[in-house]
């Protein structure tokens, strides 16, 4: 949508598209940004109602550009060979690695169930080892894969592919406890049924399920559960339980789940081969012993009849029948018992409507008029199921036209009160061009009936009936077959009948089939403006802002009626939410939700252990239990110390840094080294990390890291740790915020978790081995005294201290106190102000207040040489400043974007961004084609497609809130 209308600001009034004054009568709000405008100013020769919707240009632009972000997601959902890349596996050995990596890229699904948690975590490890996946690969490979509860526990943490070892420890958490994985798998064994003729075999295998889950988890105590195996015991057969008792005596050894999943595999295996050689019609001689069988379900396979079926029981009425006459079922038992209809014992009316027919309520359907003679009209309910006969009752279907763009189309639309959604053929859709994010569905009907929807999309167009007004549809779900009853309109015939219906502007129709239902979620659309109402049984006719229409019943009898009540089902959760919209991410005002228990703990311990001594704030480790204890680590770390002292014997300048790094730590009282006499002292808790060094591709300056998440019989520093309320402040809000004013600032605390300590009592949970890459010494046991990366809860004590230290200058430095809480993420500090006086005197007041805690702010970079200059020497930014290629123009990263201070002038009011790609010159050139028409892009720091839709979203929707802002 090109739009030749510039905001503009108006010191008069509140018009932003002239400078004149407001008026009473000739002004009109928009009803998203709720701005005011002169009707000649914004062209509005047509006053809308009340109830109707109106939005400024400005607005219809976001729209256009959400519809426009819908198509990046389709379009990043298919991968795109990058340019060069025919080179880069050239050779048959890379080939072979490449097709190696491809086969092992997918996993399979996960949704939330405990008991596949162990094969989910081994393939993961597995795959990743074996294909040297990096963080970004697996961050895809998990959101491909990760569905239901699963996906929404990680959710958050899937923004950014440093998060993969927290959403893997997330997710072992959840779902991968032992006792969890246990007691699903108990449930299988308890499901059986002791009656069954299966039940060994089904046993056998939860059995073997049960103990080889159990080994990969390395629970051997659960296999010694002497009631359990009584239990399975039970379960069995009585000859076969005789048999094990057998067993038992001629072996003094207590038995095992292990050793009873052993022997109980050759008896699963001759039950299968009877079950084979079982001819149910066959006759046989009859003894006084009777066994209840639970037959196979012949839809599902498993142990129970097709009636109780819940599988099948979610199938469409149609696709039920359908299944029974292609198995030569019965259709009154619904069994496969060489029987047929009138020679069944087990005979009963349908009953449903007053259905007098002999067959089964589960495919009981109004459009069968099987062994049904002629009789009198009577009313029978449809669920959305189309009708042959034809029918005397008029729905409200009214003529409609669609838009999208430049294409239109017209059709008809049912209007319809008893449906929560509006939805659209799919087939309509399509010629409509209509882009939107896919989002299974799950329709529901009345008695049950249910369909799912797994390609739907949620779309945007808009709609217009007699008039010329034009309506928005947003959020309209595209199904495969709508299935709308086909209705014609004699409106002669029925003018001539009904004298006030005589005058109404309705065209008359013929076999038209709506392709459009308008439910309750677009209400102004269906909503009667004015009404022509009979007498008790005659139509009526009402005007909607779609124009006139008529329904009702026009003889007095109902030959055949239809519900048509469609509403979603919750169940059915969303794969992906939809936070990329301004209401759900880092705008709107979430209201306030009950803590959780954790919480609660983790608020208490801050607030009774924070302290401020000597310039600088303790707290305590946020631990789950006050009684944890350890299991002895010191082996593992010394395994884990060895290791990387090999690696760094093959790296001199490596190892010349991890040296010095240690005594900066030391001198700097990061770590203390602890004496004879320490160690002697029993500690109630103590753990040794492991550490190791990180190099990254692509940030090349090593880092020391202390593994918080290594696991000692199955038992991490981590797991004993809460992570405490997320406190964070949005990224997307702050960048929002930094993005308001003129003058625009950015900084960053240097080593920030490193500037809180950690009380004394805990710190021998943060013990470490150490001794300078001498291999022939003893290492040294040194502590950590402040909080480490890597740990669970630091991010929350960071966070805490930080704000804490902030409200202690809310009297004095009101305004810095509040930036220091809501303009930080992090360590990274954003602000943006509307002249320089006012940036240098809260950036100085900045640095006052965290200087109080020792949180050392530097790294100043600012768009206005005046500001630069008031900030002390060595608090600024003096390198780190990248130079794109192909530009001539330097840029500073600031959380994840390349911002442009040399661009970002005082007049400007919107700090520039610009795009770059690091590793693709095509993609680099293609961001580079569309800044030409955007003015203003974001930048990219990879080639994945998923890092492309994230900038151009980023783009579009930082854009959509700047037009507002003195643009």
């Known amino acids: 949508m090109a739009t030749d209308i510039q905001f503009i600001a108006n010191l008069n009034g509140d018009c932003r598209l002239c400078t004149e004054k407001n008026s009473k009568d000739n002004m009109i709000q928009c009803d998203d940004c709720d701005r005011w405008f002169h009707n000649v100013c914004a062209k509005v020769t047509v006053i809308p109602a009340a109830n109707e919707r109106w939005a400024c240009i400005k607005c219809r632009l976001i729209e256009e550009n959400l519809m426009e972000l819908d198509q990046l997601r389709l379009d990043s959902r298919v991968p795109k060979q990058e340019s060069g890349s025919s080179n880069q596996f050239r050779s048959d050995d890379n080939w072979i690695i490449y097709l190696k990596r491809q086969s092992l890229m997918t996993l399979p699904k996960f949704s939330g169930s405990a008991k596949e948690w162990p094969k989910f975590k081994q393939i993961y490890d597995s795959t990743t080892e074996a294909g040297a996946f990096t963080n970004l690969e697996n961050l895809t490979r998990l959101q491909n894969v990760l569905e239901g509860y699963a996906a929404r526990c990680v959710q958050q943490l899937m923004l950014n592919s440093e998060n993969v070892p927290k959403i893997i420890e997330r997710l072992e958490d959840n ?103 079982f001819h149910p019609n066959e006759k046989r001689s009859r003894v006084n012993v009777h066994e209840k069988i639970n037959p196979e379900c012949s839809f599902c396979k498993e142990t129970h009849s097709l009636p109780n079926c819940g599988k099948f029981k979610r199938l469409d009425v149609s696709e039920r029948i359908q299944f029974v006459y292609k198995q030569h079922m ?106 939107g994010m896919i989002d299974p569905l799950r329709l529901k009907w009345t008695q049950n009936v249910s369909r799912d929807e797994h390609n739907s999309r949620r779309v945007h167009l808009w709609i217009n009936g007699e008039g010329k007004k034009s309506y928005a549809l947003k959020g309209v779900r595209t199904v495969k077959n709508l299935q709308l009853p086909t209705q014609s309109l004699d409106t002669e015939l029925i003018k001539n009948r009904y004298k006030h219906l005589r005058n109404l502007p309705v065209k008359r129709y013929s076999d038209v089939q709506p392709k459009i239902l308008i439910g309750l979620n677009h209400t102004h659309l269906i909503n009667p403006v004015d009404r022509r109402i009979g007498k008790e049984g005659e139509p009526t006719g009402i005007k909607t802002k779609l124009g006139w229409l008529i329904y009702g019943n026009i003889s007095g009898t109902v030959e055949c009626g239809q519900i048509m009540i469609h509403r979603e089902d919750n169940d059915l959760h969303r794969m992906m939410h939809d936070y990329f919209t301004t209401e759900n991410f880092g705008v709107k005002t979430v209201a306030k939700l009950p803590e959780s228990k954790s919480d609660e703990r983790a608020k208490q311990i801050i607030k009774s252990t924070m302290k401020y001594v000597n310039g600088r704030f303790e707290i305590g480790l946020l631990w789950k239990d006050d009684q944890f204890q350890f299991p002895d680590s010191y082996n593992n770390a010394m395994n884990r110390l060895r290791t990387m002292e090999k690696g760094l014997n093959k790296n001199i300048e490596l190892k010349k840094w991890v040296i010095q790094t240690f005594n900066d730590y030391e001198e700097k009282g990061y770590i203390r080294k602890l004496t004879s006499d320490e160690l002697k002292e029993p500690e109630a808790r103590t753990y040794y990390l492991p550490h190791f060094i990180v190099q990254g591709k692509y940030k090349p300056k090593p880092r020391l890291v202390f593994d918080a998440a290594a696991k000692v019989k199955d038992i991490s520093f981590n797991a004993a740790l809460l992570s405490g309320p997320d406190s964070t402040t949005s990224l997307f809000g702050v960048l929002i915020r930094f993005r308001e004013g003129s003058i625009a600032i950015s900084g960053d605390i ?24 001498n291999s022939d010494a003893d290492p040294d046991i040194y502590v950590m005294q402040v909080m480490t990366f890597g740990s669970t809860c630091s991010p929350a004590c960071a966070q805490a201290v930080k704000n804490y230290n902030a409200e202690l200058f809310a009297e004095k430095y009101p305004e810095a106190s509040k930036a220091i809480v809501k303009q930080h993420y992090v360590d990274d500090y954003l602000d943006s102000f509307d002249n320089d006086e006012e940036a240098i005197q809260r950036t100085k007041q900045v640095i006052e207040i965290h200087d109080n805690a020792s949180f050392y702010i530097r790294g100043f970079v600012s768009n206005s040489t005046i500001c630069t200059n008031a900030i002390p020497e060595e608090r600024r930014l003096h390198s780190g400043v990248k130079i794109l290629e192909g530009k001539n123009n330097e840029y500073e990263k600031v959380l994840g974007v390349y911002w442009n201070p040399q661009l970002h002038t005082p007049n400007t009011a919107i700090p520039s961004l610009d795009a770059h790609s690091i590793r693709s010159r095509s993609m680099q050139s293609k961001a580079e084609g569309s800044a030409e028409n955007d003015k203003s892009t974001v930048a990219v720091g990879t080639t994945t497609s998923g890092e492309i839709l994230s900038a151009k979203r980023q783009f579009i929707t930082v854009n959509r809130l700047s037009l507002w802002k003195g643009n």
């Open 330 to 435: 019965c259709l009154s038992c619904l069994k496969s018992s060489g029987h047929i209809l009138r020679n069944c014992k087990q005979q009963k009316r349908c009953g449903i409507n007053g259905c007098n027919r002999t067959h089964h309520p589960l495919i009981h359907d109004d459009n069968m008029r099987q062994n049904q003679k002629a009789e009198q009209p009577r009313k029978v309910e449809s669920s959305n199921h189309h009708m042959d006969s034809k029918s005397n009752i008029y729905y409200q279907v009214i003529p409609v036209t669609l838009k999208n763009g430049e294409q239109s189309l017209d059709t008809f639309a049912f209007l319809d009160a008893g449906s929560s959604l509006t939805l659209i053929d799919e087939q309509v859709a399509d010629k409509l061009q209509l882009k």
């Open 750 to 773: 240097k080593e920030m978790f490193h500037q809180v300590k950690i009380r004394k009592e805990d710190q021998h949970a943060q013990r470490f081995l150490w001794r300078s890459c």
């Open 175 to 277: 779902f991968g406890r032992p006792e969890f994985v246990y007691k699903e798998l108990l449930s299988d064994i308890f499901r059986v049924k002791k009656e069954s003729r299966t039940a060994i075999i089904e046993l056998a295998d939860a059995l073997e399920n049960l103990v080889a889950n159990i080994e990969v988890i390395q629970k051997e105590a659960y296999l010694q559960d002497h009631r359990l195996i009584a239990d399975i015991v039970m379960k069995l057969p009585y000859a076969v339980q005789l048999k094990w008792t057998e067993t038992l005596q001629s072996n003094t050894r207590t038995p095992t789940l292990r050793d009873l999943s052993k022997w109980l595999k050759p008896h699963a295996a001759t039950t299968r081969m009877m079950n084979a050689n």
